[in-house]
Nanobody, 123 residues
Framework: QVQLVESGGGLVQAGGSLRLSCAAS????????MGWFRQAPGKEREFVAS???????TYSDSVKGRFTISRDNAKNTVYLQMNSLTPEDTAVYYC?????????????????WGQGTQVTVTS
């Protein structure tokens, strides 16, 4: 029932920053654990970061120290602040709702995927 819309992607030079937003509607956002994933052409959808209803977060090794996930429950929005971007970060970025109480990084355990937002990082 929840609908998610990602925004904030774009074209940026290596070393630059972007902030992605994921706006939720149609359900009680504050009860959801949320995740960010990314997918490059021909590759599997890859876990990036997640945040629980209480604010605890998890990051993939590839983005630790560079990306920060946060949420504003009053605005029904989750964010992904991306710093020190590299061309390897180029992908379509998606947000999703975690469907299980179990801590997981598997895309199959998330749903209500948004349409994605393109991030392109040039050298």
């Amino acid at each position: 029932q929840v609908q998610l819309v990602e925004s904030g992607g774009g074209l940026v030079q290596a070393g630059g920053s972007l902030r992605l937003s994921c706006a939720a509607s149609g359900a009680t956002f504050r009860t959801y654990s949320m995740g960010w994933f990314r997918q490059a052409p021909g590759k599997e959808r890859e876990f990036v970061a997640s945040i629980s209803w209480s604010g605890g977060n998890t990051y993939s090794d590839s983005v630790k120290g560079r990306f920060t996930i946060s949420r504003d429950n009053a605005k029904n929005t989750v964010y992904l602040q991306m710093n020190s971007l590299t061309p390897e970060d180029t992908a379509v970025y998606y947000c999703a709702v975690r469907l299980t109480w179990i801590a997981t990084t598997r895309s199959a355990d998330f749903g209500s995927w948004g349409q994605g937002t393109q991030v392109t990082v040039t050298s």
